[in-house]
Nanobody
Framework: QVQLVESGGGLVQAGGSLRLSCAFS????????MGWFRQAPGKEREFVAA????????YYEDFVKGRFTISRDAAENTVYLQMNSLTPEDTAVYYC?????????????????????WGQGTQVTVSS
């Protein structure tokens, strides 16, 4: 069974940066495409960024392009979300997700229902 544990959230001022981490365990990390989603109070969970199993392909939602970077460390079985130039609108609980893939490993996934496993979330609060 896959387990995902997020960390790195916290309180930051607008314009600041945070790096979220998601530790993966239980299966072979390289067989899984990864994604980050977020959910603000009163809103639905939304896609943020995705990374293929191979690490060669990434995809970002428009509102984070140029500010956020998703990456993975195969040696550490960890996926990261580097978040720069944060704004109060980025305040949300951020969730890591994993999807088992049998493809060439370059596919990315952006829909909630495409992921098999989820972490518990980490709170990010950006003050103005």
């Amino acid at each position: 069974q896959v387990q995902l544990v997020e960390s790195g959230g916290g309180l930051v001022q607008a314009g600041g940066s945070l790096r979220l981490s998601c530790a993966f365990s239980g299966r072979i990390f390289s067989n899984y495409a990864m994604g980050w989603f977020r959910q603000a109070p009163g809103k639905e969970r939304e896609f943020v960024a995705a990374l293929s199993a191979s690490g060669r392909s990434t995809y970002y939602e428009d509102f984070v392009k140029g500010r956020f970077t998703i990456s993975r460390d195969a040696a550490e079985n960890t996926v990261y979300l580097q978040m720069n130039s944060l704004t109060p609108e980025d305040t949300a609980v951020y969730y890591c997700a994993a999807r088992l893939t049998y493809s060439s490993g370059s596919s990315v996934y952006t829909a909630y229902h495409e992921y098999n496993y989820w972490g518990q979330g980490t709170q990010v609060t950006v003050s103005s």
